[in-house]
């Protein structure tokens, strides 16, 4: 089976060029309880979520992907003006 050279959070990894979601997220050691795994779409095109399942995923050379929080919190509301 090919491989290719994929980033995930920058770092560079080996993959398989047919994976799957669940394959990446331990590739890369993302938490699935707290992050996201996202593909970089080039343009202006909206980046692509990876659902952590077997669901195939098809990686190119040099695929970038990355991390985020599935929450974020960026204060508590309030505002002292």
Do not use: C
Not at 13 to 33: Q, V
Not at 60 to 67: C, G, I, L, P, R
Request: hydrophobic share 25%.
């Amino acid at each position: 089976m090919e491989k290719v050279k994929i980033y995930i959070d920058r770092v560079e990894h080996e993959s398989h060029a047919k994976t799957d979601g669940a394959a990446l997220y331990i590739l890369g050691k993302i938490n699935p309880i707290t992050h996201d795994l996202w593909r970089e779409e080039k343009g202006k095109k909206d980046d692509e979520l990876i659902q952590n399942n077997q669901t195939e995923v098809h990686v190119n050379e040099w695929t970038h992907f990355y991390s985020s929080q599935k929450t974020l919190n960026p204060g508590n509301g309030s505002s002292k003006r």
